[in-house]
Nanobody, 123 residues
């Protein structure tokens, strides 16, 4: 079955950087668009970034544009999220997700989800 496993989360000071990874198995990774979402306590899951299967298209939430970069390595079945200039409001559980349809901002259009990795940014 499809498995998405996130890693790279942790505690970092404001202004710092983290790189999240999501390793995929059980699917033809190069056919899937991949997305990153996040969920803070008491809030709904929100879109962060997405990338087309080929890597030729990316899209970001306004709140992270210019600070976060999504990328993928189809040979390694892995998608990454480089997060720079982190802010306390970036604190959340970060999830990766796979969509067979398209690189979209919509939670409902992703077929498979990872378990998430905690990112905590201290002020």
């Amino acid at each position: 079955q499809v498995q998405l496993v996130e890693s790279g989360g942790g505690l970092v000071q404001a202004g710092g950087s983290l790189r999240l990874s999501c390793a995929a198995s059980g699917l033809t990774f190069s056919r899937y668009a991949m997305g990153w979402f996040r969920q803070a306590p008491g809030k709904e899951r929100e879109f962060v970034a997405t990338i087309k299967w080929s890597g030729s298209f990316t899209n970001y939430a306004d709140s992270v544009k210019g600070r976060f970069t999504i990328s993928r390595d189809n040979a390694k079945n892995t998608v990454y999220l480089q997060m720079n200039s982190l802010k306390p409001e970036d604190t959340a559980v970060y999830y990766c997700a796979a969509s067979l349809w398209r690189a979209t901002t919509s939670v409902t259009e992703y077929d498979s989800w990872g378990q998430g990795t905690q990112v905590t940014v201290s002020s």
